[in-house]
C-alpha cells in the first residue's frame, strides 16, 4: 500500500487580520492610521473588521509608513513583515556586508545570529556603547 505523505498547511492570516495585527502591534491608535490616510476612523475599523477587502495603494502605503509593518506583507502576507534599519554604525556595517555576501554566505550568518542569546533593548544599548 502506497502511503501518501501528508502536509501541514497553514492558514494564512486575512487582510482584516493583517491590518489589525500592524495597527496593535505598533501602538499605533486608528484615529493616527486615519489622519495619514485623510480617512475616517471609520474606514479604519472596516480595514479591521473585513467589511474592505482592499486597500487603495496609498492608503496602504502610509499605513506601512505610520506602523513600521511591510506593505507587501499587510497586503499579500509576503515577505519580511517589518521594516528593519541599522540603529548603530556596527548594525550598518553588517547590514553592509550581507548585502555584499552570497545566498549561502548569508544563510550561514543567519544560522549564527539564531544560536545567540536574545537580549533586551537595554542590553544592545549598553553592549553598542562599550564596542
Known amino acids: 500500500m502506497l502511503v501518501q505523505p501528508r502536509f501541514r498547511v497553514t492558514q494564512m492570516a486575512t487582510l482584516a487580520e493583517r ?3 500592524a495597527i496593535e502591534a505598533s501602538d499605533v491608535s486608528v484615529a493616527s492610521v486615519a ?3 485623510g480617512i475616517s476612523p471609520q474606514s479604519v475599523y472596516q480595514w479591521m473588521t473585513g467589511e474592505t477587502r482592499e486597500l487603495m495603494a496609498e492608503n ?3 499605513l506601512a509608513e505610520i506602523t513600521g509593518y511591510e506593505a507587501r506583507w499587510i497586503a499579500r502576507e509576503s515577505g519580511p513583515k517589518k521594516r528593519v534599519y541599522a540603529r548603530t554604525a556596527q548594525q ?3 547590514l553592509s556586508a550581507m548585502q555584499a555576501m552570497t545566498p549561502y554566505e548569508a ?3 543567519v544560522k549564527i ?3 545567540l542569546p536574545q537580549s533586551s533593548d537595554e542590553n544592545q544599548r ?3 556603547k562599550a564596542a
Do not use: M, P, R
Open 19 to 21: 491590518v489589525t495585527e
Open 35 to 37: 489622519e495619514a490616510c
Open 60 to 62: 496602504l502605503v502610509e
Open 92 to 94: 550598518a556595517h553588517v
Open 107 to 109: 544563510g550561514l550568518l
Open 113 to 115: 545570529t539564531d544560536t
Open 126 to 128: 549598553n553592549g553598542s
